[in-house]
């Protein structure tokens, strides 16, 4: 029986192409701060994205794919590593003020300090599930998409509520990453104030309770930044980070930092996680039009309890050769050490970006511990280009 179709009306329906390419060079000099130990390395990060969204009457469909490529030079030989990814395949539906989203897609809570894109990796995060908001609130239930490292057990359970100044998450996650099982609940809140016309304070307060491999959670993590205009296009700011670290035989303390766009939270350079760490940042950034910017910025760090880790943005562990940066003994102390760094961004013509920037690392106390004898300084640059169309 033939389908009629003298109803349908092709124009209604909105077809939107996705396409997306980036390039970022990245060279880092000494990432174990032995002067003596040849380790620097040059990668560059190639990434490509195609896809195409339709939608009609409140209903939409979208899919994307993306290849990462990465070239890497480093002492030991050069390589390649190629990695292909479905990143979006979902449809969403709006009745009224809802919205529907089901299948694999990209989302962030908030200011994505626990849960967002993680645009600036080569791989970038996406979840499968099922996501229905309005303007208020949100509600998940997700499990892994494509994550930089997949988690087959990973099951994310969230919602959270949004009001005029600030949004209240609470998110569950169960999984049994390299065979250590953990449920973890995660009550978050976050906002912004305006204590004057040329200034902003914004702040994120984080408890964690559950158990992970036999142990109870309890942990913690709090960020806060102040800034204020000291003059035309010149803002002046101050950031604190502070994330629990540590354990007992029956607690676990160490905070989780979960699956956040992690890019640039504590240092340019990309050194450390929101984990164990006590932080603080100063700098000053400066808005030549409205289409770039340019800051420069300075990064204290040291470890929250200094007989845990010190652990990567990923979440990982850091390490020096095949030893991880952690002393139980506690005898190498709490100094990991500073950041200075320098960055512009700019929003081009045609649908183009351009960003560079350049920092440089001085090891504490707790860095040079590893390495015996003479230590020196990690130095990292970067150049990077994008366009969307």
Known sequence: MPILLDHFDKSDIHVKPILEFRARYERRLDSDFQPDRGDNRSNLLLRGRVGLQMSRDGLTGRIVYQHATSLNWLPAGNGIAIRSDLLEANVSFKSGGTTYTLGRQRFGLGNRRLIGELEWNNVANSF???????????????????????????????VSFK??????????????????????????????????????????????????????????????????????????????????????????????????SAHDRLGLM??????????????????????????????WLQLYDKRDAWYGVGGGINSFGATLYRDPTGNSGRDIGQEFSLDYSSTLANGFTMSAGAGVFLPGRFVKSFGGGRSGNQTFGYFMLGWKF
């Open 163 to 260: 009001r005029a100044s600030n949004t209240t998450a609470l998110i569950i996650k169960v999984d049994d990453a390299k065979g250590v099982e953990q449920t973890r609940y995660t009550l978050s809140t976050e906002g912004t104030l305006k204590p004057s016309a040329k200034s902003a304070l914004s702040y994120q307060i984080a408890v964690q309770a559950g158990h992970q491999d036999g142990k109870n959670v309890q942990a913690w993590a709090a960020n806060g930044r102040y800034g204020i205009d000291v003059a035309p296009k010149v803002e002046a700011y101050s950031e604190l980070n502070v994330a629990s670290g540590g354990s007992s035989n029956r607690v676990n303390a160490t905070f989780d930092q979960l699956y956040p």
């Open 128 to 158: 499968e599930g099922l996501k229905v908001e309005d303007r208020t609130w949100t509600f998940l239930l997700m499990r892994t998409g494509v994550l930089p490292t997949p988690s087959k057990g990973l099951v994310l359970l969230g």
């Open 270 to 299: 990309d050194t450390t996680g929101w984990k164990n760490i006590v932080s603080a940042t100063a700098g000053v950034k400066f808005k030549p039009n409205a289409t770039s910017s340019l800051r420069l910025s300075y990064t």
